[in-house]
Structure formats: C-alpha cells, structure tokens
C-alpha cells in the first residue's frame, strides 16, 4: 500500500529530553513538510525539504531539527531547547507535480511530562 | 504576514441541508486553494481543490473561488452527520511548496 506513515502514534517526552518522530512516505514523493497543530488551531509549518540533503526552516523552526538523507523519510527531532512541545506533529508530502496537493500521515501525539 | 482566515463555529446544519464554509485570504498572488476535512484526533484528508474562478464541484461538495474579491467557499449538499468534522482551508503561500492553513470551521450536522 503507498501512503505516509508516522511513529510512534503517541510519544511522552520528560523536560529536558530530546525525542524523534519517524516520517516516512512510498509515494515517491518530492517534497516533505512537518507542521504542528495545538487545540483549537491550524497547522503551523516547522520544516520542508523540497529535495534530498536540502530543507528549509518554516513560521516555527526554534527547538526543531530535521534531516532528509532519503527522499522516503524526513524525521524530525524535537529538542529541549523548545519550551512547549505538547501537541500534534503531522508530516505530509507532496509530489511537485500534481500543483500543491499535500497529503498528510496519521500523526503523532507528542506530550510532554 | 500573509493570512487565511475562517469563523471557527461551529457551525450547527440540520441533516439533509446545504453546509456553507467560508475562507477569506490575504495574498492576492495566491493560485491554489484547497479543503480538507479533519475528524476530532485524526489528520487532515483533501477533500477538492481549486486554481480557477469560479465552482468546482465533486459529489456533494461544490468548492466556490472569487478571486477578486478573495474568498473561496465549500457547500456540502445534502449534509449527514459522518460530515461532523473541522474543514481547513489551505492557500499557497510564497511559493508553490509551501501552503498556509487557516484554523478551520467546525460543522456539526444535526441528526
């Protein structure tokens, strides 16, 4: 089945702890993006890599880092230097073909203790 | 800073009727405009896009772009009760890569 899928669904992170949530996609996507969304709010984007081995910071970049070595996955690792990571991390991709479509994976859960 | 805005509701429709969602953008540059719907602890599946002035429609859904006056709208027909969800609305942003999301509208369709 192609699609986009996320690890761990849910993650519980103690302060000071930095923790990575997996994105990986067989759509052969070009282009990955991380957003967070919080309660009641849109999507808000942390990072994008159009191509391997080149990515972008978004409206939200501080306390994040990502990596894309493979044009299949885009993991994102939150650090501790961010203050209030408790929320919902979505990754999506994109073909750069088909105009903007995004389509997103299932999510994960980030809450810290 | 550019914007996508949307009421958040909810907006309350007895079953059977017409649902209207509207979205007002602030890029007048913009050229892609899409919806998605997102039920309450799961992510966002598209429902339809639009690149031209005026309806497109797709089963129930019917999405409606004004680019003058920079609004696009979703009508979901004949309403059921699974539609009960947020609806984001999502406009390309300062490159084609790149997508700004409004807070989304929640419906609730009223058995």
């Known amino acids: 089945d192609g699609g986009i899928t996320q690890s761990p669904k849910y993650l519980f992170r103690k302060e000071g702890q930095n923790v990575t949530l997996s994105c990986e996609q067989n759509l052969n996507h070009d282009a990955m993006y991380w957003y967070r969304q919080d309660p009641g709010q849109g999507l808000r984007l942390i990072y994008y890599s159009q191509i391997v081995n080149d990515f972008q910071k978004g409206d939200i970049a501080e306390g994040y880092s990502v990596s894309r070595e493979k044009k299949e996955s885009f993991p994102l690792t939150v650090t501790s230097a961010q203050k209030n990571p408790t929320a919902f991390y979505l990754c999506a991709s994109r073909t750069g073909q088909t105009a903007d479509t995004q389509y997103f994976g299932p999510g994960t859960r980030l809450t810290v203790l | 800073q550019k914007e996508v805005e949307q009421n958040s509701g909810p907006l309350s429709v007895p079953e059977g009727a017409i649902a209207s969602l509207n979205c007002t953008y602030s890029?007048?540059?913009?050229?892609?405009f899409f919806w998605y719907r997102q039920y309450s602890g799961k992510s966002p599946e598209l429902i339809m896009f639009?690149?031209?002035?005026g309806d497109k429609e797709d089963g129930r859904f019917t999405a409606q772009l004004n680019k003058a006056s920079q609004y696009v709208s979703l009508l979901i027909r004949d309403s059921q009760p699974s539609d009960s969800a947020t609806y984001l609305c999502?406009?390309?942003?300062?490159?084609?890569?790149?997508?700004?999301f409004g807070s989304g509208t929640r419906l609730l369709v009223r058995p």
């Open positions: 639009i690149y031209s002035n």
């Open positions: 890029d007048r540059g913009s050229q892609s």
């Open positions: 999502a406009v390309n942003g300062d490159s084609s890569y790149k997508l700004i």
